[in-house]
């Protein structure tokens, strides 16, 4: 089969587009037939930092990227009983670990998939895997989202982002989304009650006794995000366990809660993001889409920092 494998850290003339063994599906897994892949930020860093690419990968290389996909099921093994071979899927595989995501056949543990709704595309469902994950875990199962809560999301236009403002609206939050001013109507296509432009606003001037911020940037974007928590409100941060000592102390003093958080793959998470979707509570949004020999000028995308939602790679 086709796959991407990477030997060493480096630009996009590291992936390598090869012929390699499908792979052997394992007890409790299914081999997945890939129609489309969604390329996060983290693809793009484990590609170009060896830090980065040894802290997920250890020393085995080469190593296949990637955990998005969206795809039919053409095999299953032992003890798999919630999915037959035909069934469309979709799913973050095996993260944080070893997802071989960018190959033409993936196998991966049935409880990190979902069967794709029938009004979504696989487009839509690979774009819905990571980011919705995140941004579902983010607000429901680490800051217990409820409704009336205002929550202030930055980088509300990115691909976590946009799909938390669409998680939050469901769940009956008062949203509050930051971007540039471009993204402006974007933002507040999304459903987003209010929009500040980061760049000429000052939020931490603007806003006050927020319940809930999800951010996504980090910096001095998170350490002014402490002003505006009310006091037992959450700072969600998903960019670095590394929490700037000024914003520990801030935090410590306004009593407020700074959670760092990596999302995960789990069962109960993909089933409540397939939910979503076949609703209509969320719709990921696609950036752009190339083909699965154009691998290299998705990371390109990507690393450009101007996506609003996905970028998507289609075999």
């Known amino acids: 089969m086709k796959a991407f494998i990477l030997n060493e850290a480096g630009s996009i003339d590291k992936l390598q587009l090869t012929e390699v063994k499908k792979p052997i599906v394992k007890e409790g897994e299914v081999l997945v037939k890939v129609i489309s892949i969604s390329i996060n930020p983290v693809d793009v860093k484990s590609r170009g930092y060896e830090g980065i690419l040894n802290w997920i990968y250890a020393d085995e290389r080469p190593v296949i990227l990637g955990w998005d996909i969206s795809g039919e099921i053409v095999e299953i093994g032992k003890d798999v009983t919630d999915f037959k071979i035909g069934d469309e899927v979709f799913g973050m595989v095996n993260f944080f670990g070893n997802g071989k995501g960018y190959a033409e056949y993936v196998s991966s543990p049935a409880s990190h998939l979902a069967l794709k709704p029938a009004n979504v595309t696989h487009q839509e469902a690979a774009a819905a895997t990571m980011v919705a994950s995140t941004a579902y875990q983010g607000l429901v199962d680490v800051a217990k989202i409820k409704k009336g809560d205002k929550v202030l999301i930055h980088g509300a236009s990115g691909g976590v982002g946009h799909l938390a403002v669409q998680i939050a609206k469901h769940f009956g939050a008062y949203v509050i989304g930051t971007s540039s001013a471009k993204n402006k109507d974007f933002v507040l296509s999304l459903g987003a009650d209010e929009h500040i432009d980061y760049e000429k606003e000052s939020f931490s001037e603007k806003l006050q006794n927020i319940d809930i911020v999800l951010d996504t940037i980090q910096g001095e974007t998170l350490l002014n995000s402490v002003a505006v928590v009310r006091p037992n409100g959450i700072i969600v941060t998903i960019s670095s366990p590394e929490i700037p000592q000024a914003a520990k102390e801030n935090a410590e003093k306004r009593q ?36 699965f020999e154009e691998m290299g000028k998705a990371h390109l995308e990507v690393e450009t920092n101007r996506v609003a939602g996905k970028v998507i790679v289609n075999m």
Not at 263 to 285: F, Q
């Open 256 to 291: 407020v809660e700074i959670a760092f958080f990596m999302v995960a793959s789990k069962n109960e998470t993909i089933k409540a993001i397939a939910d979503l979707l076949e609703n209509g509570s969320i719709k990921p949004h696609i950036h752009k889409m190339f083909s």
